[in-house]
């Protein structure tokens, strides 16, 4: 534990220092949301991965991984992975060019400016605090770390890791969220190759394929992988969907030009598969554990029975804590610039997108210190919900020619959020990922109608 704090405060201290770096370069609310555009592709490669990385990849992924084996160990790494790529490459490019010729900040400023629709604008803006629930997910799974590897309460781990995280986002912007990200980044690396060598003994003995295969290619009980279906399909498709989110996307956006938005796609999905290494400690878990543990505790603990040598021990639980500070801060930087500048469009500033965020950690610290059994499944719903209701407008916006009819777009994120979470709540399905993609189903044709709605008005009026 020692160890863990001196690593933990070097940390700290390296953080604070980018922080306050990136902090030097904010002044508006341009510099604020992206970076004005105008950030190294490089460094913004690895944001990206580590934004896809949270602590659901390092602490909530491997618990399910040892609670259901060989489906949940495929469905959160190769289709997933392969739809992330697909997704990346397929959209952002697009949405860059549309994105910078209109000047736009975040995915409801993009959408906004599309279909010149300041209501589909704000509507984004609101359906954009769905990702409190991913917030509310990833702040436990970084405060059950704490308390494992600090040995801190839980209740003091979740405000101070909101307090820390929330302030320098606060202060510093995209350019704090990106250069802090350089450094988590790193570090993350590093201990993901650790943590997969580390059950290298596993592999060598025939174990761990044994106990995989052992576990079959679908978990009937499972609330995700019940199915090949949900296995393969649905996690490709969400995989896919969820590169529409906010904090991603916008990655497009903060660089010019499509030769720096390919290495920006190229390293973000190369950091994000090194990262999913880590997946194998649940699969290590399930050899070296009783069977009946807390998935949320799967990783710490094991990392305190297996890594015997505390220096390592340390640096790794500071590596999954920096996971979930990636990935926290680059939401904070999305959800409150979406607030800030997209709810009242034109009266966004710095210091308003400062004021949400004090918001934001208060909801946080209340909905985290006594959070749902079911904490991955509940963050989920609401980023599949945001899933959801912006893909169809986002992909008729991306692709169709000529103007477009904003009320179907509305009506399309409204049918699909009510699809979603019909869905789940009135138990046509567990799993929020059949949901959403059900919910897409139903709700692209409907986005569709975007574009013939509008053309048919402008044939119209051409004809008056």
Aim: hydrophobic residues 55%; contains cysteine.
């Amino acid at each position: 534990m020692t160890a863990t704090w001196l690593l933990f405060a070097a940390y700290l201290v390296a953080t604070t220092f980018l922080a306050w770096r990136g902090g030097q370069r904010t002044g508006d609310a341009a510099t604020f949301a992206i970076g004005g555009g105008q950030m190294n592709p490089w460094l913004v490669g690895v944001t990206l991965g580590a934004c896809l990385a949270s602590s659901a990849t390092f602490v909530i992924f491997p618990g399910w991984v040892y609670a259901e084996g060989l489906p949940a160990l495929i469905g959160f790494t190769l289709p997933f992975l392969l739809g992330i790529a697909a997704g990346l490459w397929v959209l952002a490019p697009r949405f860059q060019r549309i994105g910078a010729g209109e000047g736009a900040l975040t995915l409801p400023h993009w959408l906004g400016a599309r279909y010149r629709d300041p209501a589909l604008r704000r509507l984004f803006s609101l359906l954009g605090l769905l990702q409190v629930a991913y917030l509310v997910l990833i702040t436990v799974g970084c405060a059950t770390v704490m308390e494992k590897a600090l040995g801190l309460s839980y209740e003091v781990s979740v405000v101070g890791i909101v307090v820390f995280v929330f302030g320098y986002t606060a202060f510093g912007g995209s350019y704090a969220h990106a250069f802090t990200n350089g450094l988590q980044g790193a570090v993350m690396l590093v201990m993901a190759v650790i943590l997969f060598a580390a059950g290298w003994h596993h592999w060598a003995d025939g174990r761990l394929l044994a106990d995989l295969a052992a576990s079959g290619t679908t978990a009937p009980d499972s609330v995700l992988f019940s199915t090949p279906g949900e296995v393969w399909g649905v996690s490709f498709a969400m995989g896919a969907a969820l590169t529409t989110q906010p904090h991603l996307l916008t990655k497009a956006l903060y660089v010019r030009g499509r030769q720096a938005l390919s290495v920006v796609i190229g390293t973000g999905v190369l950091t994000y598969t090194v990262y999913a290494l880590v997946l194998f400690v649940g699969a290590y878990a399930r050899l070296d554990l009783p069977p009946d543990l807390d998935r949320r505790a799967v990783v710490a603990t094991w990392i305190a029975t297996a890594l015997p040598w505390p220096m390592l021990a340390g640096a790794i639980s500071v590596a999954i804590l920096a996971a979930s500070m990636s990935t926290l801060d680059g939401l904070l930087v999305a959800v409150s610039t979406s607030v800030g500048n997209d709810l009242v469009p034109g009266r966004g500033t710095v210091w308003v997108n400062r004021l949400v965020l004090v918001g934001l950690a208060v909801v946080t610290v209340g909905a985290s210190i006594s959070p749902p059994p079911l904490v991955l499944t509940v963050g989920q719903m609401g980023v599949y919900g945001l899933v959801a209701a912006s893909s169809g407008p986002l992909v008729v916006g991306l692709f169709a020619r000529g103007a477009l009819d904003g009320r179907w777009a509305r009506l399309a994120a409204i049918v699909a959020v009510g699809a979603h979470f019909g869905a789940v709540w009135g138990g046509l399905t567990a799993n929020p990922g059949v949901a959403a993609l059900g919910a897409m189903l139903l709700s692209w044709p409907v986005a569709a109608l975007a574009a013939v709605g509008a053309q048919r008005a402008g044939d119209v009026e051409r004809a008056a």
